[in-house]
């Protein structure tokens, strides 16, 4: 027997004694009273619960409830504030536990709400225990939607009451859900926002208007990031705005020389400002957020000994923060972002000639690994940090070229080139996390001390978060040649010539 459709709908009303005659003699219907509802739905900005198959929604005061993909539901009560609000503004329970590892850091916004008539009832079995709720709404173009929502461990008897529904005259299964109805009426769309996804290319299209394209879609996500960055709404908007301001850096400085007349060297003092705006409070980001984690592994010192280190890395940002406010709401940021765009759909429109974006792309591998490789080579596990920062700038620039040329690249070679230059990346980036992050922590310490806000354990504390982060830079160190030394083997320079199609 097929799976049962537990949801239907009907173009006019759905009447009570309808449905509670259908149901009889097995099951009775205790029917609510109908009432005007606002219905709201709720996802992070970039869709993850979207598009991990849960929707997340509320009526009115609650509860809120989460839809797993697997047709279980979990409820809880809503967050004491305003929306948005992150996973550690819900209130302890079995709601936050399911929806924390997936939502991350990001906050829950309201996606969609729609206001419409509604009436939920109880159906009661021989025994006269409520076994699953019964949800009538009415819509504006005067369709009811009928939804059975059996409670736990009555799966079976929610499908029994689905299958006498289906008899009811006027009623048809539905394959959508409330969810998908409501987001007809959303200003964003799922999957509309991508931080990462590449540009599509043809390997003979002209290399500058290729280049023009993928800058358009860097420039995109950084204005779709702004409004968030400004209203603090979660620390992933300032982040995807960065990523998108590093990689236009690097595709200026890698291929920038494409575009026509002097518009990379015009424009790459604008982006190195705009990079240079976004360092602190990011950095401090950073710092915020794993200092917990690293408060956890104190052994010396008592993790409540960070807390004035806490409340000086919170009052730093709010100066840092509102700095990079102000430069986001100026009029040289505002300049840039009317100028590039504009500047770049020339190109787009007008860009002929020249080379194809697939002779540029297997150029500037070639040329990036060479320089991966070159240093590479050199490094051993004395060599000095700078050597190894160096590294890890060449492979950062590697690994953009390997992501924005992707639709004119072999599969099987760059998604193996891939894997192991990120395995590569995260050993660099522990090594150059361990050095820089110590340094700060000293620095910090100092200013501290300055201050007069650092008393005597909290700089005890600090000094075994500094020791902490120097022995995580010894195990990168120690680990760094092993990781290079397969990426570096003959393999992959044969990926690398394998890599671009002609």
């Known amino acids: 027997m097929g799976k049962v459709s537990r949801a239907f709908s009907k173009q006019g009303a ?28 709720l996802d992070t900005f970039d869709w993850r619960l979207h598009a991990a198959g849960i929707s997340l929604e509320y009526l009115d005061d609650g509860p809120l409830t989460a839809h797993l993909p697997e047709g279980t539901r979990i ?53 006269e225990k409520t076994v699953a709720r019964l949800l009538a709404e009415g819509t504006d173009d005067g369709t009811t939607r009928l939804r059975v929502q059996p409670l736990r461990g009555y799966a079976t008897a929610g499908d029994r009451i689905a299958r006498l529904l289906a008899g009811l005259d006027g009623l048809s299964a539905l394959t959508t859900t409330p969810y998908d109805d409501a987001l007809a009426y959303a200003s964003r769309t799922p999957g509309a926002y991508n931080s990462g996804s590449a540009v599509p290319l043809r390997p003979e299209t002209p290399a500058a208007q290729a280049i023009a394209s993928m800058l358009q879609r860097f420039a995109a996500v950084i204005d779709d990031n702004v409004a968030g960055t400004i209203a603090a709404i979660d620390t992933e908007f300032l982040h995807d705005l960065r990523v998108a301001v590093r990689r236009t850096r690097s595709i200026l400085k890698l291929a920038g020389d494409v575009l026509p007349g002097d518009l990379a060297a015009r424009f790459e003092p604008e982006f190195k400002w705009l990079g240079d705006l976004t360092t602190p409070v990011r950095d401090l980001d950073v710092y915020l957020l794993g200092l917990d984690g690293m408060a956890a592994r104190l052994a010396s010192a008592d993790p409540r000994d960070l807390k004035p280190f806490r409340s000086f890395l919170v009052r ?79 492979c950062k620039e590697l690994r953009y070229l390997l992501e924005v040329f992707q639709p004119v690249c072999a599969e099987a070679p760059q998604r193996l080139l891939v894997k192991e230059l990120k395995a590569l990346q995260d050993t660099l980036g522990d090594f150059q996390d361990g050095e820089v992050q110590r340094e700060a922590v000293r620095e910090f310490a100092a200013a501290m001390m300055d201050e007069r806000a650092a008393p005597p354990e909290t700089v005890l504390a600090m000094g075994e978060l500094a020791a902490q982060l120097d022995a995580h830079q010894l195990r990168a160190r120690a680990a760094l040649v092993g990781r290079l030394r397969p990426f570096l083997a003959e393999k992959n320079r044969a990926r690398i010539k394998a890599l671009v199609r002609r």
Not at 24 to 32: C, V
Not at 94 to 108: D, F, K, T, V, Y
Not at 348 to 370: C, H, K, N, S
């Open 14 to 41: 759905v009447e009570v004694e309808a449905v509670a005659a259908a149901l009889r003699p097995r099951f009775a219907l205790d029917a609510g009273p109908e009432r005007t509802v606002a219905h709201t739905w």
């Open 75 to 127: 409820a809880g009560p809503l967050p004491a504030g305003n929306w948005p609000a992150q996973a550690d503004d819900l209130p302890p329970g079995p709601l936050r536990e399911a929806l924390a590892p997936i939502i991350g850091p990001r906050a829950l916004l309201p996606v969609v709400t729609v206001r419409h008539t509604a009436r939920e009832s109880r159906v009661l079995n021989a025994d």
């Open 316 to 394: 730093h940002r709010a100066v840092e923060r509102r700095r990079l406010v102000s430069g986001l709401r100026s009029r040289r940021f505002e300049q840039l972002m009317q100028e590039w765009p504009s500047a770049l759909a020339r190109v787009t429109a007008d860009a002929d000639g020249g080379p194809a974006i697939a002779t540029l792309a297997r150029r500037q591998v070639e040329l990036a690994f060479r320089r991966v490789v070159r240093r590479g080579e050199r490094i051993s596990a004395k060599s000095p940090s700078q050597q190894v920062h160096d590294l890890r700038k060449r």
